[in-house]
T-cell receptor
Framework: DTAVSQTPKYLVTQMGNDKSIKCEQNLGHDTMYWYKQDSKKFLKIMFSYNNKELIINETVPNRFSPKSPDKAHLNLHINSLELGDSAVYFC?????????????FGPGTRLLVL | AQTVTQSQPEMSVQEAETVTLSCTYDTSESDYYLFWYKQPPSRQMILVIRQEAYKQQNATENRFSVNFQKAAKSFSLKISDSQLGDAAMYFCAYRKLQGAQKLVFGQGTRLTINP
């Protein structure tokens, strides 16, 4: 009965590799997000999708490409991984753009680039 | 651009005591939402409490309450009767009322509960 799930929970990889993180929500929400939490615990928005349409792209390098096959899924693909990409990545969802519903977060994916 | 500042990197409190975590923010909007999220060692982000800026009444959720001072742009979290399970990072967050609904987070405050 997990509301927002992410896979994998942990990801260790070499510099230069390409990797994907998957996110799924079963809340029936229209809007999904990716946040990055760096080593100092600072959380920052990366992307947001509403009904499969990109609505927020916060100057993230184009090595990061979100993909939303349907409104219940928002995957994050990262090309040519760099050391600085090491972080915890959180997926979140909310009801819709203008509703006051809270954002619900997934458990996070800890990415370590060696 | 909106910013959120938590000036206390770390706080500690004795079990059963009360602690207040500070948060200030900067915005030119008149209507918005403010949140406190808790992140325990499990890393899960858990909503603690939410405040709508157009409501004058301070939000409360059991042992958690806020002191919302709109003119001062201050949004502090009070935890009463602190419990060991309250130990976590606490993040203050801001969100515009309409439009792109990104959360803008503060730097976080690490709360330790002393038994």
């Amino acid at each position: 009965d997990t509301a927002v799930s992410q896979t994998p929970k942990y990801l260790v990889t070499q510099m230069g590799n390409d990797k994907s993180i998957k996110c799924e929500q079963n809340l029936g929400h229209d809007t999904m997000y990716w946040y990055k939490q760096d080593s100092k615990k600072f959380l920052k928005i990366m992307f947001s999708y509403n009904n499969k349409e990109l609505i927020i792209n916060e100057t993230v390098p184009n090595r990061f490409s979100p993909k939303s096959p349907d409104k219940a899924h928002l995957n994050l693909h990262i090309n040519s991984l760099e050391l600085g990409d090491s972080a915890v990545y959180f997926c979140a969802s909310s009801q819709d753009l203008d509703n006051q519903e809270t954002q619900y977060f997934g458990p996070g994916t800890r990415l370590l680039v060696l | 651009a909106q910013t959120v500042t938590q000036s206390q990197p770390e706080m500690s409190v004795q079990e059963a005591e009360t602690v207040t975590l500070s948060c200030t923010y900067d915005t030119s909007e008149s209507d918005y939402y403010l949140f406190w999220y808790k992140q325990p060692p499990s890393r899960q982000m858990i909503l603690v409490i939410r405040q709508e800026a157009y409501k004058q009444q301070n939000a409360t959720e059991n042992r958690f309450s806020v002191n919302f001072q709109k003119a001062a742009k201050s949004f502090s979290l009070k935890i009463s009767d602190s419990q060991l399970g309250d130990a976590a990072m606490y993040f203050c967050a801001y969100r515009k009322l309409q439009g792109a609904q990104k959360l803008v987070f503060g730097q976080g405050t690490r709360l330790t509960i002393n038994p």
